[in-house]
């Protein structure tokens, strides 16, 4: 809608145009034919020139395409317009722009018409020789341009064209932001006469949103959410504070973040559009309950249970005080079960999932769902047999959604697959994630799931002793990922320190040490160098160089281990046991590989005496071993 206004606020000026028409020329009487006398009238007027005529016609055209409202009297107007205007006329160009707007808005016309008309458009603004892509373009050529790269990038992105919707937006927000308020090179742009008073903001936001939803296609989402912040911005500089709209803003980038498991990210931005909804709307509005939802799956994700709890019973009261029905509340009420499943109340879990069975059909994907929790429920309790046939039933369902639902079917596979590891069927939750993978490969959209569930076979593989099987996927899984959250993504981390155990299984200890590397690397990072899966991966590539006899480096990094290990005190006691063993056995290793004439070289001290001291609280308050 903005962007629409736009157009028209920028057809305004230019469908406005004076027509100049020429003064008559006194006619000259040697050159007049005779009088016909016989004639009653009186002699016509000297018609106006044929281009004036014309610009009339084109005058009268335009007047009536910005008239226009509905699809259908649009088109009209526009076949008009164009059977009248020269077809390089820069109106014709604008013309475009809007009415490829209403039909993407309308959903009146095929994607590919509104970018054969997106395409009409840059065709007409890049040929003009003052476009916005030569130095003297105005700011009104600018957006004008950068509206039509929108378009352009809207339909191709609706046409699952994503590599040439991302071009086409990129270079409209490489127009656009240099006319934002805030750059620098606004100044310059505030001269220019046709774009007093435009505001390019709605532009920007517009251009920002496409882009990030492009990026998710491409399972980008890292880079998505970076535009989706951008979005979150521009709204907060356009709209009025305690807008209704900015505070479903800042929840849409709540649900971001948590979607990429970012739920410390996403709780200070779900509890802003919370507050905000409570102030304007108050506590029991709708979106109060869609806020408080949210909330619940955030806490949930913190592992703060009770919290989660709460607020999804706050916000099913709202639903339900209102009357909102239907699969939502339903959802809310599965939700629920999960949390309590958390909480170890697996007997309350089962009843409330009893009760949502009850209101839905025989073969809905919410009765799967409900499957998939009580299964989830049985498991925890330890009923294999119960918690299979709970599984069997799901999968009966999901198997007929296959076709109209793919997306949210593989996702229930993968979370089917989870549960048939823990009652130890791994073949079967590795059939079901190969299943999954086949489905999401065909879904666009679902490239960042990809990665996850490629790491996921990798894993189960390995872990059943499958490993040339398992390293291809992990190959593959570390790719998707790094492309779809980044290269220092801590899930990055944990596929590399799996596809480096793969390498040590099949004898590549050189390949496996590149992995542990790289994987300490990226956990660094994200988790911080003490933390335990960090240690464990420095660990793993201290073995990494021991098995390659690199002594003196696998000594460095075990040295790390050991004194990462000091740093978490007591209850980390067994673990700084195994790792001065280690050391010592690295140590005798390179003390018998030395010649004789480098006899004399000094290793480092033992550390068993060390490790005494310290058990018998000699060494209280320091921070590390000496070595």
Request: overall charge negative; hydrophobic content about 45%; glycine content about 4%.
């Amino acid at each position: 809608m903005a962007l629409r206004r736009a157009a028209s606020l920028l057809l305004r000026p230019r469908l406005r145009a004076p027509v100049p028409i020429p003064t008559p020329k006194t006619p000259n009487p040697l050159l007049l034919p005779p009088r016909r006398h016989f004639s009653q009238l009186p002699p016509p007027p000297v018609p106006a020139s044929a281009a004036a005529a014309a610009a009339a016609v084109a005058e009268e055209a335009e007047e009536a395409f910005e008239a226009a409202k509905g699809t259908k009297d649009l088109l009209a107007a526009f076949s008009r317009l164009e059977a009248v205007m020269p077809p390089s006329d820069k109106r014709l160009a604008l013309a475009c722009i809007k009415l490829g707007q209403h039909l993407e808005a309308s959903g009146a016309a095929d994607p590919s018409r509104v970018l054969a008309l997106a395409l009409r458009s840059l065709g007409i603004l890049e040929a003009t020789p003052n476009s916005a892509t030569s130095t003297t373009a105005s700011h009104s050529d600018a957006v004008s341009l950068a509206m039509a790269l929108h378009l352009a990038g809207s339909a191709s992105f609706d046409l699952s064209r994503f590599h040439d919707a991302l071009s086409f937006l990129t270079r409209s927000l490489r127009l656009v932001s240099p006319l934002l308020p805030s750059s620098s090179s606004a100044a310059a742009a505030s001269g220019d006469d046709d774009a007093q008073g435009f505001d390019v903001r709605p532009v920007a936001h517009a251009v920002r949103l496409q882009l990030a939803n492009v990026k998710t296609a491409l399972g980008r989402r890292e880079e998505a959410l970076a535009d989706m912040r951008a979005c979150l911005d521009l709204k907060e500089s356009i709209l009025p504070p305690g807008s209704r709209e900015l505070g479903a803003a800042y929840r849409d980038l709540a649900e971001a973040y948590s979607t990429v498991l970012d739920f410390k990210e996403a709780l200070p931005l779900c509890e802003k559009a919370l507050e905000l909804h409570q102030s304007t709307l108050g506590k029991n509005s709708v979106e109060v309950a869609h806020d408080r939802r949210l909330l619940g799956v955030i806490y949930t994700g913190l592992e703060q249970h009770e919290q989660a709890l709460q607020q999804n019973e706050m916000s099913q009261k709202v639903m339900k005080s209102w009357g909102v029905a239907g699969d939502e509340l339903l959802h809310a009420e599965i939700d629920a079960a999960n949390i309590k499943i958390a909480l170890g109340k697996c007997d309350e879990a089962v009843t409330v999932l009893r009760n949502v069975s009850k209101q839905v059909e025989k073969d809905s994907e919410i009765r799967a769902l409900v499957f998939i929790s009580m299964a989830k429920a049985l498991a925890n309790r330890e009923k294999a047999g119960d918690t299979k046939r709970c599984l069997e039933i799901a999968c009966d369902i999901l198997e007929k959604k296959e076709l109209a639902a793919p997306d949210k079917v593989a996702e229930a596979y993968v979370e089917v697959s989870s549960l048939y590891e823990m009652v130890n069927e791994f073949d079967k939750a590795i059939s079901l994630l190969k299943r999954s993978l086949g489905m999401l490969e065909r879904i666009p959209q679902a490239q960042h799931m990809e990665g996850n569930v490629a790491a996921r076979i990798g894993w189960l593989l390995l872990l059943t002793g499958k490993v040339s099987e398992a390293v291809p996927y992990l190959e593959d899984a570390v790719e998707r990922m790094k492309d779809s959250f980044g290269p220092k993504h801590y899930g990055v981390g944990y596929v590399y320190n799996n596809l480096g155990a793969a390498y040590m299984e099949i004898g590549r200890p050189q390949s496996a040490a590149q992995m542990f590397a790289l994987a300490k690397e990226v956990m660094d990072v994200s988790l911080g160098p003490h933390h335990s899966d960090t240690i464990e991966a420095c660990q793993s590539l201290a073995n990494a160089y021991n098995a390659m006899g690199s002594y003196a480096l696998a000594m460095e990094f075990q040295k790390r281990v050991v004194d990462s290990w000091r740093n978490h005190g007591p209850s980390a006691r067994d673990e700084l046991k195994e790792a001065i063993r280690l050391y010592e056995q690295i140590k005798i290793k390179a003390l018998s590989c030395l010649s004789p004439e480098n006899s004399a070289i000094a290793l480092p001290e033992p550390l068993e005496k060390e490790l005494q001291e310290w058990e018998a609280g000699e060494l209280e308050g320091t921070t590390s071993l000496q070595y």
